[in-house]
């Protein structure tokens, strides 16, 4: 039953597989780059769901075609080979239906995003800043060895060491897929250096893993804009009163903001060229509404770094760096490994794993795959 309802589930694929692949060969899609790029992203995700779809049903025809001949062999040697094939065709069957499950949940679009990290010290006044600045090189690290360039935009250096704040930037493949796990409060515990009496500290600090802003273009139905010519007016020489250079733009457009449609309307009487005052009048048109198109994905970037960073209170924590044991526990999932010094060095790529398993386990469920 479970194999029959997959198999449902992945009729047609193969199908927009072969549609996709003729698509991006076509001349009028690959001059339309918005499109190219998109059908391309859609052509690499269905080919691996391709492939794994064919294995698929290569073994289940494998399966059929063993049990068959199980069922009407008489012959000795044919029957052991029909039941080494069946062996083997179930034996691979768990894993790729696994692997088509996987593939068939559908990717958040921001995970193959570059990402922005921020990471500032919570608890623990200079202690904080100090285990800010290690989990700074711990992803530095890290990420070094997944070959991705780290950028530093901004810091804030902490009084003995570390940093009070800072913000990076990591470009790469699949970046903020990756990291976006790192999102939460860690803690540390251990004898700061400024200790005398060799007491065990706890601090913490916070770290938010954004997905970097695309440059996005403003998009602009030119067919919808209402024009209106004038006379310029004013002081001038004898074409300001008889040419109609100005002009007058009016255009509607909905504020992604308020979700009302607004009335923009832009005048210009720059030049006493009218094709140059409208395309001088174009311009500012773009640029308005780039402005408030940025301003709403800067507002929800801060909504989300609310709901990704909490006040870098040390209860509410994601993950505990306990010295003393040289362990690591991150809570979410139930995850220890007494490796620490090994993570800090950036070795951070097996718990990533274990999250990211847990998080499409809970996808599966939800999707009832």
Not at 4 to 32: A, H, K, Q
Not at 257 to 275: A, F
Not at 333 to 355: C, E, K, S, V
Request: aromatic residues 8%; proline residues 2%; contains cysteine.
């Amino acid at each position: 039953m479970e194999e029959n309802s997959l198999l449902r589930r992945l009729d047609g694929i193969e199908s927009r597989f072969e549609e996709v692949s003729t698509l991006i060969s076509d001349p009028s899609v690959i001059s339309d780059m918005k499109r190219y790029v998109k059908l391309n992203k859609e052509y690499h995700d269905l080919e691996r769901l391709t492939a794994a779809t064919r294995r698929y049903r290569s073994l289940l025809a494998n399966i059929s075609e063993a049990r068959e001949a199980l069922d009407t062999e008489t012959d000795s040697e044919m029957r052991q080979m029909a039941k080494e094939q069946l062996d083997e065709a179930s034996g691979q069957l768990p894993e790729v239906e696994q692997e088509i499950k996987l593939l068939l949940i559908p990717a958040d679009p921001e995970d193959s995003k570059n990402a922005i990290v921020e990471i500032r010290g919570g608890t623990g006044g200079d202690e904080a800043a100090l285990f800010a600045g290690d989990l700074f090189k711990m992803y530095q690290r890290y990420c070094e060895k997944q070959g991705w360039n780290v950028a530093v935009t901004s810091f804030s250096e902490g009084a003995a060491g570390g940093f009070k704040e800072i913000v990076f930037s990591v470009s790469g493949q699949n970046v903020y897929g990756i990291l976006k796990y790192e999102s939460g409060v860690h803690r540390v515990q251990r004898v700061p250096s400024t200790e005398t009496q060799g007491r065990v500290h706890t601090s913490a600090a916070t770290v938010a893993v954004l997905p970097e802003a695309e440059a996005f273009d403003v998009e602009i139905n030119e067919g919808e804009i209402k024009w209106e010519t004038f006379r310029s007016g004013g002081a001038g020489g004898q074409n300001v009163n008889k040419v109609e250079s100005g002009v007058r733009l009016r255009y509607m457009w909905r504020n992604p903001v308020t979700g009302q449609t607004d009335e923009i309307l832009i005048e210009c009487t720059e030049t006493r060229d009218q094709p140059k005052n409208k395309e001088r009048a174009l311009s500012r048109l773009r640029t308005y509404i780039y402005d408030r198109e940025h301003q709403k994905y800067v507002d929800d970037i801060a909504s989300r770094r609310k709901t990704l960073v909490s006040t870098g209170d040390r209860s509410a924590k994601i993950r505990t760096y306990n010295f003393p044991q040289g362990r690591i526990t991150d809570h979410r999932i139930n995850f220890t490994a007494y490796n620490l010094q090994a993570f800090l060095d950036g070795d951070i790529q097996q718990l990533l794993d274990a999250l990211s398993v847990a998080e499409n386990a809970e996808k599966l469920k939800e999707s009832e795959l």
